[in-house]
């Protein structure tokens, strides 16, 4: 369920207000509360802020139509992979899984982004496939990672300008728990940072927070 904004008495009839008598100034609006204008200040502020009311100078305060809803969905709209991306953890192609499997653990991550010796993106480990990998009876100490990785061109990307919620859809899609953030080159894929189950969370609870 989509979390709606919850107004206070005071704002849902400073928007009653606005929808029946839109456009309509501050000082009027004061009025028919009986209030000052510097009381509204506050509540005008969010409502305009959260896109309940759109304001324009020398016309007054107009009412957007907008649900809670709607107006969620545009603020997904305005989150891009830059702002909430963290740290890529990297490995090299010819590491043996059991250094990978070590990796993995003192970084605390679910997934590491291998790259060659020209650091360009060529493969992607999972904790499934080390899992799988330490089941069988090879020897992990000088078994290479570039055997049981995921291969580029079979690997998904993003980048830093890519919106946030088509960054989430892919990771549902592909039931993945992180995607690499990689700048194009000439040579291939440099990977600049990751986004993270973790990251989605915490991008969707600040833009709740916020609302």
């Known amino acids: ?78 989150i891009f992979v830059r702002e909430y991306q963290s740290i890529p953890v990297v490995v090299n192609e010819n590491v043996s899984v059991y250094d990978a499997i070590v990796s993995m653990f003192l970084e605390d991550v679910g997934t590491l982004f291998v790259v060659d010796q020209n650091s360009l993106l060529v493969g992607v480990l999972s904790r499934k496939d080390l899992l799988r990998a330490s089941i069988g009876k090879q020897e992990l100490a000088s078994l290479p990672v570039n055997i049981i990785m995921t291969r580029m061109p079979n690997i998904t990307i993003c980048e830093r300008d890519d919106l946030l919620i088509e960054v989430a859809k892919k990771l549902i899609d592909k039931q993945i728990d992180a995607l690499p953030v990689v700048k194009k080159t000439e040579r291939g894929f440099e990977v600049i940072g990751r986004v993270t189950k973790t990251n989605i969370a915490k991008a969707f609870v600040a833009l709740g927070e916020d609302m």
Request: without cysteine.
């Open 1 to 78: 369920m989509v979390r709606t904004i919850e107004l206070n008495k005071r704002q849902e009839q400073i928007l009653q207000i606005v929808k029946d008598n839109g456009p309509i100034t501050g000082e009027h609006i004061a009025d028919q509360l009986n209030l000052t204008r510097a009381t509204l200040r506050p509540d005008l502020a969010i409502l305009t802020m959260a896109g309940f009311l759109d304001a324009r100078p020398r016309v007054g305060y107009f009412y957007t139509g907008k649900s809670g809803t709607q107006l969620l969905t545009e603020n997904l709209q305005k």
